[in-house]
């Protein structure tokens, strides 16, 4: 008979996790230039906008990034509580 069992690497889960969290945190932390003195008025007002619009996208990518890492971490730890009862419920049979 085939075993069914979900195998998580916690200490994976949690540097990974770590890893997209860092990735957060530069794309919050990341700057553009804003500033261009070459081109015209009209150039400027565009690159302006999507000056501001690139700045909300990668603060919103960043933003994503960081509830990922914490969800990873959250479903980490919940698979880490089932596989505690699961063990102390299989000690228990076994005893």
């Known amino acids: 008979m085939a075993s069914k069992v979900i195998a998580i690497n916690h200490e994976q889960a949690e540097k990974h996790a770590n890893s997209i969290q860092d990735v957060s ?3 919050n932390k990341s700057k553009l230039s804003g500033i261009d003195d070459k ?5 400027n007002k565009k690159l302006d906008k999507s000056y501001k619009t690139s700045l ?6 960043g933003n994503t990034l ?3 890492g914490e969800n990873i971490k959250k479903i980490s730890q919940e698979f880490k509580k089932v596989d505690e ?3 102390n419920k299989v000690a228990k ?3």
């Open 56 to 61: 909300k996208l990668l603060k919103g990518l």
């Open 39 to 43: 081109t015209t008025l009209t150039a």
């Open 85 to 87: 009862i699961c063990t």
């Open 25 to 27: 945190d530069d794309f």
């Open 93 to 95: 049979m076994v005893s």
């Open 66 to 68: 960081a509830t990922d």
